[in-house]
């Protein structure tokens, strides 16, 4: 099995910076993509940026390009998003992802079935 928790979370004015961490342990070796997602209220959960952790190569939401950076570290099995010039429409759970390649397609952002292993999530709140 993997374990995600994710850390980081909190409030911030709009125009603001937030970073958030995704730690992983069990069985990582297992997986082949990471990505984030959000989930604001009465609305459906939306993919925000994906990273093949072998070759690292990022993917992002238009809403978010530009603005948020998606990294990892192997050494610590850690997943972050930087997230720059924060929006009102930012706020929201966010949720760390992870896949085996099965689960790792170029839909990534509107197939989060697809992820098996999920976080618990972490608050993002953008106040005007």
């Known amino acids: 099995q993997v374990q995600l928790v994710e850390s980081g979370g909190g409030s911030v004015q709009a125009g603001g910076s937030l970073r958030l961490s995704c730690a992983a342990s069990?069985?990582?070796?297992?997986?082949?993509?990471m990505a984030w997602f959000r989930q604001a209220p009465g609305k459906e959960r939306e993919g925000v940026a994906f990273?093949?952790?072998?070759?690292?190569?990022?993917s992002y939401a238009d809403s978010v390009k530009g603005r948020f950076t998606s990294s990892q570290d192997n050494a610590k099995n850690t997943l972050s998003l930087q997230m720059n010039s924060l929006k009102t429409e930012d706020t929201a759970m966010y949720y760390c992802?992870?896949?085996?390649?099965?689960?790792?397609?170029?839909?990534?952002?509107?197939?989060?079935?697809?992820?098996?292993?999920w976080g618990q999530g972490t608050q993002v709140t953008v106040s005007s």
């Open positions: 069990g069985y990582t070796y297992r997986l082949s993509c």
């Open positions: 990273i093949y952790t072998g070759a690292r190569s990022t």
């Open positions: 992802a992870a896949a085996s390649s099965a689960g790792c397609r170029m839909d990534w952002a509107q197939r989060p079935a697809d992820f098996g292993y």
